[in-house]
């Protein structure tokens, strides 16, 4: 499971690298590199500044309640002025206006406002503006934000519009692939928390439904069923939701662990790490002046402590020997080095303008997918376990109901097995009958031939009357050298040819390799349970009369007991 998080870390690792050189087809564009920048009032018109307002050095200031203009010169930037498509990657303002300017004069305008980007928005949280292609080449394009949030968070590439929409539609696809996943792992994981009740399945079934949501607005796909999210509304929730993901994520990390796995201290202060990551997600969600730069670092010095934090607590409780940290750090191993490497890494221009949204949102998937196998995983282990633990549990009760010497049922098993031929006797006037068996003359082969001997005769005996025993007939060893059997559905003649047939089969044994051509013969009483007398030790008693009349009259036979026959109270000859 280790081999696993490494080798899916650095394949995620990798794939940030590779994925370069597939955006070469869009150039990021930045600010006093590639664009210059000019600030008005929000009344200004449509009409870009002149060209003297606009600098090339320095930050824009005091625009988050006006209007940031962006100016771009394709051909000083070392873009196709014939072909050119802008990409932003940021929706936190109220209004988008992008001028196109063409050398013979000619001025294109396109705009998406909040709530309404039309036909311009993309998968991954994009809006795209299309330089429509005309004989002449574009000579400026510029943009005009009204009540940007941040120019730090903004970004913006330039690309053919064959390589944006190719682009556009790889990231599309990924998307879709890494929600399909989520939701997947969030219904499992929710059904899973319901079967077996277990808390920290729950609140990670919550932080998957959040981190789900979040991806549906962050990447825009919501807008197919709700136009009306884009925008500043829809990024702002996506900041909430983000931070409340790190928090459900915390809690669900560190929720299984009891005192004896995790020290009380460290995962209160953990819980109280990932609570303030979500109580500032609030103010960061709102605020659209400067404060949300200061906020965003402080955000990020949170999430980054929570991550380490999580990782010591997953760390102790699995040296302390929690299985479930085992499964925790192999499932959170990929999200959290995902997420700690967007904090250092620049990751905004891969995977197709995704950037770290994306990267987080595999990971993401990756995880709650981990997470659900694992816990199946340890869900099936303890039904093999619990499987086993009955299974043992049957061999225990069967043991004790078997004699250990021929494995016929004991006097308990022989009870609990006739008990329902006895009900249904009673039920349905089935017939019903006991026979008590006893080998004959049987203290002369245990002094003659020893106990060895005596014992391997038992068991020969035992051997033939199992192939008796079924669902109409219970056979067993009562102690000592006396059998029973029990069957129903035989009465008259029938039931008297069995008797005879048994005690014929029985003398018929072979145990001349034992005692020789000494005759091992049995004596069988017989009782049937009439309307009055289906209680077994009834029966018994009635059988065992006849048993002892069978060996009074001379041995090898079968004696059967009449209803109205009295129960002998004789005792029965020492040697039988």
Same mark, same amino acid.
């Given at each position: ?69 962006? &100016? ?10 014939? %072909? ?28 998406? #406002? ?40 903004? &970004? ?34 929710? *059904? ?70 995790? +020290? &009380? ?46 990782? #010591? ?13 085992? %499964? ?72 004790? *109901? ?21 009900? &249904? ?40 009357? *199992? ?47 034992? #005692?020789? *051509? ?44 009449? +209803? ?13």
């Amino acid at each position: 499971m280790r081999g696993a998080s490494a080798i899916a870390f650095c394949l995620l690792f990798g794939a940030i690298l590779l994925v370069r050189p597939t955006d070469a087809g869009a150039k990021p564009l930045q600010l006093n590199r590639s664009l210059c920048h000019a600030v008005t009032a929000l009344d200004h018109d449509d009409t870009p500044p002149a060209g003297r307002r606009f600098s090339c050095t320095g930050e824009p200031s005091g625009y988050q309640q006006q209007s940031l203009w962006l &100016r771009l010169d394709p051909a000083r930037a070392g873009l196709d002025p014939d %072909d050119l498509t802008l990409m932003i990657h940021q929706t936190r303002f109220d209004r988008a206006v992008l001028v196109f300017r063409y050398a013979d004069g000619t001025v294109v305008r396109q705009q998406v #406002v909040g709530g309404d980007f039309g036909s311009h928005w993309r998968a991954g949280g994009q809006v795209a503006f299309e330089a429509p292609q005309r004989a002449a080449p574009v000579r400026a394009a510029t943009i005009r934000f009204d009540k940007l949030a941040s120019h730090r968070l903004l &970004r913006i590439r330039a690309a053919t519009s064959g390589a944006a929409e190719v682009q556009s539609a790889s990231l599309a696809m990924l998307i879709g692939a890494a929600l399909t996943l989520l939701l997947i792992g969030v219904l499992y994981n929710v *059904s899973l928390a319901i079967a077996v009740r277990r808390r920290f399945l729950a609140w990670h079934a919550g932080w998957a439904a959040s981190v789900l949501i979040w991806g549906f607005l962050w990447s825009q796909l919501v807008l197919v069923l709700a136009p009306g999210l884009a925008g500043t509304a829809s990024a702002q929730t996506c900041t909430f939701l983000a931070c409340l993901a790190v928090t459900l994520a915390t809690i669900s990390a560190v929720s299984p662990f009891d005192s004896h796995h995790l +020290p &009380r201290i460290a995962r209160m202060s953990t819980l109280a790490l990932g609570l303030a990551v979500g109580l500032i997600g609030i103010p960061a969600a709102l605020v659209r002046g400067p404060a949300i730069g200061p906020l965003g670092a402080v955000l990020g010095v949170l999430v980054l402590a929570d991550l380490l934090a999580v990782a #010591v607590c997953l760390a102790c409780a699995w040296r302390r020997g929690s299985a479930e940290a085992r %499964d925790l750090a192999a499932a959170w191993s990929v999200p959290m080095a995902a997420l700690g490497l967007t904090q250092f890494v620049d990751v905004e221009s891969t995977l197709w303008g995704g950037g770290s949204q994306l990267l987080v949102l595999f990971a993401s998937a990756w995880q709650t997918l981990w997470l659900s196998i694992a816990a199946t995983r340890r869900l099936a282990r303890l039904r093999i376990e619990r499987d086993r633990a009955r299974a043992a549990e049957a061999r225990a009760s069967e043991l004790a *109901s078997r004699d250990p010497l021929t494995g016929l049922n004991n006097r308990r098993g022989f009870f609990e097995r006739i008990a329902p031929l006895l009900d &249904r006797a009673q039920a349905d006037a089935t017939p019903l009958a006991l026979l008590v068996l006893d080998i004959d003359r049987f203290k002369a082969i245990n002094d003659v031939h020893g106990h060895d001997t005596g014992d391997a005769v038992i068991v020969t005996i035992a051997e033939r009357l *199992s192939r008796w025993d079924g669902p109409m007939c219970v056979t067993a060893r009562l102690g000592g050298e006396e059998f029973a059997l029990m069957i129903a559905g035989l009465s008259g003649f029938a039931l008297a040819h069995f008797a005879d047939n048994v005690r014929r089969e029985i003398a018929a044994c072979d145990h001349q390799a034992l #005692v020789g *051509s000494q005759r091992v013969t049995v004596s069988i009483g017989v009782a049937t349970a009439g309307p009055a007398a289906r209680d077994f030790q009834q029966l018994y008693q009635r059988a065992d009369g006849a048993l002892y009349a069978a060996k009074q009259n001379g041995r090898d036979r079968v004696v059967h007991a009449r +209803p109205e026959d009295r129960i002998a109270t004789e005792p029965l000859l020492a040697n039988r």
